[in-house]
């Protein structure tokens, strides 16, 4: 297994002994508190950066990131181009706007056509995210209505990297999480309070940070 980011480059101030060194998380309808949830317990010297998709009105301005950025110790921001993608930081895809990886390590963000009618795709940022950290990543669904991730995490585990999937009991709406399951790719199916924990687990390789 490579010890960095895409091609085998050390991701940007990234520690050699992370065993993972993106997360990707998708969700929908109910996903901020399950997103407040999961990166609530996240310790700022995560060695692992994060991006998520969260399906927005694209006619407002989002707070996601104003709320998001209380509720835990890593550093939060909407996703700009260009943006680097470093561990201990949560980039955000910004309203109407698809978040993609780069090769070299870097996000870009795309108004291309919608995909299964949402935009942002978490398809998309999971399949970019496969094809540049292929076994170095981790994609994460958690609850939302639709199918939206179904495709991504397929991407994800033809190239080696871990799926996990929000639990029925504790999804809010079990639609995204339920169609990622059905797959067969998904490799922990957890509830919701679990997958902080367990995403410092893989990530660290379970090491006291």
Do not use: C, W
């Not at 520690?15 to 969700?27: I, N, T």
């Not at 929908?28 to 399950?34: E, T």
């Not at 950025?69 to 930081?89: N, Q």
């Amino acid at each position: 297994m490579s010890s960095g980011g895409p091609a085998g480059a050390p991701l940007a101030g990234g520690s050699p002994a992370a065993a993972f060194d993106l997360v990707v998380l998708a969700a929908s309808a109910g996903g901020l508190n399950a997103l407040s949830a999961v990166l609530g317990p996240l310790p700022a010297d995560l060695p692992a950066a994060l991006l998520v998709v969260q399906h927005l009105d694209p006619r407002h301005r989002s707070l996601l990131d104003d709320i998001l950025r209380r509720r835990t110790k890593l550093t939060v921001r909407l996703a700009a181009e260009g943006d680097p993608i470093e561990p201990g930081m949560v980039l955000i895809a910004p309203p109407d706007h698809h978040l993609l990886v780069n090769p070299d390590g870097t996000v870009s963000l795309s108004q291309s056509a919608l995909v299964h009618f949402v935009r942002p795709s978490a398809d998309l940022l999971f399949e970019s995210a496969a094809g540049s950290y292929r076994e170095r990543v981790i994609a994460v669904i958690l609850t939302g209505s639709g199918s939206d991730g179904s495709m991504g995490v397929n991407a994800v585990k033809e190239k080696g990297g871990t799926v996990i999937a929000q639990d029925e009991t504790s999804s809010q709406f079990f639609s995204m999480p339920g169609a990622a399951i059905q797959t067969g790719a998904v490799d922990f199916v957890l509830p919701l309070e679990e997958i902080g924990p367990a995403v410092v687990e893989l990530v660290t390789g379970g090491r006291v940070l």
